[in-house]
């Protein structure tokens, strides 16, 4: 499933994630960390893959058209049982 978001709300969600999340995300998914990292705006393209991330020139650091939403998903799952 794609998503389309402000790249602040991307990095904003990342922000959010309590220490160690983009490891546990990387673990569950079997991915590189730097894929991860490269899911919310990073650039270790050395290690890690592009994964499906298409930043679009705009206001608040443009938007971004997510072709898989599945480490989103986690992230704002994580971002959900932190809050309770």
Sequence with gaps: MSRVIKFKELRRI????PDGSIHQIAEELE???ETVWNYFGGYSYEK???CGVHIEPGPDGG???LDDTTILDKALKIIELKEV
């Design 63 to 65: 938007y971004v058209s």
């Design 31 to 33: 991915v590189p960390v």
């Design 48 to 50: 890690g893959q592009s």
């Design 14 to 17: 990342k922000d959010n994630l």
